[in-house]
C-alpha cells in the first residue's frame, strides 16, 4: 500500500497568518491527490482535488500545490471558521490511503 | 443536487453483523463508484473499499477483506456495506462517498455504529 505522512499533525496558528499542511507519499501518485477539510460531527468536505483544482464554492485562500511525491497545502489567510482538521488523500493506487490528518486551531 | 442519505445509528453486539445504507439522488447512480469510509471515535479517516454501482465490481482494504461485503440496487439507486464480525474496534462512523470530478466530491452524512456487549 501506499503511505501518506502527513505533517504536522496539529497546528495552531492566528487569524490572517499563512498556514501550510505538508503531504508526501510514499511513492509517485501522478498528481491524484485531493485535500478535504472536516469539521466537528460533519463529514469531510472536498477542498482541493487533483493537487491544485479548487472545488466549486471553496474560497480561493485555500491552495495546493506539489507534484510525484510531495504535497503541499496552503490557507493564505487564516480565518476563524478554517478551524477544522484536514486530510490529503491518493487515489492513484488502490487502497485509497488517507494522510493522517491536521488538526488546526486558533491561536 | 448530489445528495447522499445514509441509514440511522446501529447498535450491535460483538460477533454481529450490520448493513448501512446509502440513497443516491442527483446524478447517474451507475455512473460513478460509491466508496465507503469510516473514522473511530477521536481518529482519522480510513478508506474501506468501493463499489462500481454499474457492473457490482468492488474493491476491498487488505484489512476488511473477509469481513465487508458492498452491494448495490440500482432500481432504488442505494449503495450497501455490510461489515460481519464485529468487534469494538469497528466502532465508528462510516460514510459512504462518491464523485462526478474526482474520487470523493459527495458524501453521505455518516451512520454511527456502535459495538458494545
Known amino acids: 500500500d501506499i503511505q501518506m505522512t502527513q505533517s504536522p499533525s496539529s497546528l495552531s496558528a492566528s487569524v490572517g497568518d499563512r498556514v501550510t499542511i505538508t503531504c508526501q507519499a510514499s511513492q509517485d501518485i501522478s498528481g491524484y491527490l485531493n485535500w478535504y477539510q472536516q469539521k466537528p460531527g460533519k463529514a469531510p468536505k472536498l477542498l482541493i482535488y487533483?493537487?491544485?483544482n479548487l472545488e466549486t464554492g471553496v474560497p480561493s485562500r485555500f491552495s495546493g500545490s506539489g507534484s510525484g511525491t510531495d504535497f503541499t497545502f496552503t490557507i493564505s489567510s487564516l480565518q476563524p471558521e478554517d478551524i477544522a482538521t484536514y486530510y490529503c488523500q491518493q487515489y492513484d493506487t488502490l487502497p485509497y490511503i488517507f494522510g493522517q490528518g491536521t488538526k488546526l486551531e486558533i491561536k | 443536487q448530489v445528495q447522499l442519505v445514509q441509514s440511522g445509528a446501529e447498535v450491535r453486539k460483538p460477533g454481529a453483523s450490520v448493513k448501512v445504507s446509502c440513497k443516491a439522488s442527483?446524478?447517474?447512480?451507475?455512473?460513478?463508484?460509491m466508496h465507503w469510509v469510516r473514522q473511530a471515535p477521536g481518529q482519522g479517516l480510513e478508506w474501506m473499499g468501493r463499489i462500481s454501482p454499474n457492473t457490482g465490481g468492488t474493491n476491498f482494504a487488505q484489512k476488511f477483506q473477509g469481513r465487508v461485503t458492498m452491494t448495490r440496487d440500482t432500481s432504488i439507486s442505494t449503495a450497501y456495506m455490510e461489515l460481519s464480525r464485529l468487534r469494538s474496534d469497528d466502532t465508528a462512523v462510516y460514510y459512504c462517498?462518491?464523485?462526478?470530478?474526482?474520487?470523493?466530491?459527495?458524501w453521505g452524512q455518516g451512520t454511527l455504529v456502535t459495538v458494545s456487549s
Open positions: 442527483g446524478y447517474t447512480f451507475t455512473g460513478y463508484y
Open positions: 487533483d493537487v491544485s
Open positions: 462517498a462518491t464523485g462526478t470530478t474526482t474520487v470523493s466530491d459527495y
